[in-house]
């Protein structure tokens, strides 16, 4: 495994349409390997093959997403709920079903840094993607989740999140966080 280069603006590989993946094989299981290792080093939470310089529909989230509420816990105990990130790699991603409702977020970009940006997004997203063997796989997203998501497959169309800001800005310090880093 090793670490890529994070392609930043105005590299114009941020601006392409990237390829859909075509050949599942050893070559792309590594180019993942490569591709999760340099999204935690970063640290983030998410990262899209263009922001490697690598024009293909790829993309790697690793989030824990909060546990629901347990109606059965006392209002005035709290439990701390340990919740492990998850790991999704997704190719050929594609949103086919999203909520008409919508949140505002804080998101940054690591192809992007030192701005962060208000985006409103869907709540939910249904996504259709392949895994790493090609296999068709789906999966419903809500919350952050749903936004990391949303913010990777923009990636891959050449969107990027100022591009949808309500208004962007210079974050202070305590606004950023690997959890907004994308
Ligand atoms: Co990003």
């Not at 949140?103 to 940006?117: D, M, Q, R, T």
């Not at 990636?155 to 305590?174: E, I, S, Y």
Request: proline residues 8%; charged residues 25%.
């Amino acid at each position: 495994m090793s670490l890529r280069q994070i392609a930043t603006l105005p590299d114009p590989v941020l601006r392409r349409k990237a390829r859909p993946v075509t050949v599942f094989d050893k070559n792309l299981q590594s180019l993942v390997n490569d591709m999760i290792e340099t999204m935690r080093d970063a640290p983030g939470v998410g990262l899209a093959a263009p922001q490697i310089s690598l024009s293909e529909r790829l993309i790697v989230v690793e989030y824990a997403d909060e546990p629901p509420e347990d109606p059965n816990q006392a209002a005035d105990t709290e439990v701390v709920k340990e919740v492990k990130p998850k790991l999704y790699i997704l190719a050929n991603p594609e949103i086919v079903k999203s909520s008409e409702e919508t949140e505002l977020g804080v998101e940054g970009c690591l192809s992007i840094p030192g701005i962060v940006g208000e985006v409103e997004r869907h709540s939910w997203v249904q996504i259709k993607a392949q895994n790493l063997h090609g296999k068709p796989t789906r999966l419903k997203a809500q919350g952050w989740l749903a936004r990391i998501f949303q913010h990777e497959i923009d990636h891959l169309n050449g969107v990027l999140f100022p591009d949808r800001a309500t208004h962007v800005w210079k974050p202070q310090t305590d606004e950023v966080n690997a959890e907004n880093e994308v």
